[in-house]
């Protein structure tokens, strides 16, 4: 993988640079992540936050999720797109969405989680492992 990696918003006034690679990144079918993707389920990269420079600024939309913890989900007030997500009980990461990278190869995805909420005609790869609701973090790949 090149470093730094690079992506944004669709109208270009969000932008980010990582200069790590992602630590986990898969596919979620949880409702929130399918409400705020215009499909079946958002994909995610989750990098630390040390490695992030993101420009431009950011609305945020805060919910509690079943697991109990809060996410923040971070997206361009101007143009919709969604870039980022904040995960309280994973503190130190940034879950970059799939959707807003530049060079989409960059996102190698290793597992689906929140299946028991998956839409019948949101087909993925039955190769990767995955999870009804989120699994605990030490047993993900
Ligand atoms: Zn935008
Ligand atoms: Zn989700």
């Not at 090149?2 to 790590?20: D, H, K, Q, T, W």
């Not at 929130?32 to 079946?40: A, N």
């Not at 996410?71 to 130190?92: D, E, I, K």
Request: charge should be negative; include cysteine; charged fraction near 15%.
């Amino acid at each position: 993988m090149n470093l730094p990696f690079e992506g944004g918003c669709l109208c270009g006034a969000v932008r980010y640079e990582c200069s790590a690679e992602p630590v986990i990144a898969g596919h979620c079918h949880c409702e929130h992540c399918r409400r705020s993707s215009g499909t079946g389920h958002g994909s995610h990269l989750g990098v630390p936050e040390a490695a992030v420079k993101i420009t431009g600024e950011l609305s945020v939309f805060e919910a509690p999720t079943d697991a109990g913890n809060t996410v923040a989900r971070h997206f361009c007030p101007t143009c919709g797109g969604p870039v980022h997500s904040l995960n309280s009980s994973m503190q130190g990461m940034v879950f970059l969405r799939a959707s807003s990278l530049d060079d989409l190869e960059v996102f190698q995805p290793q597992v689906i989680v929140y299946t028991g909420q998956q839409a019948s005609w949101d087909k993925m790869d039955p190769s990767l492992p995955s999870f009804e609701g989120m699994p605990p973090p030490d047993t993900l790949p």
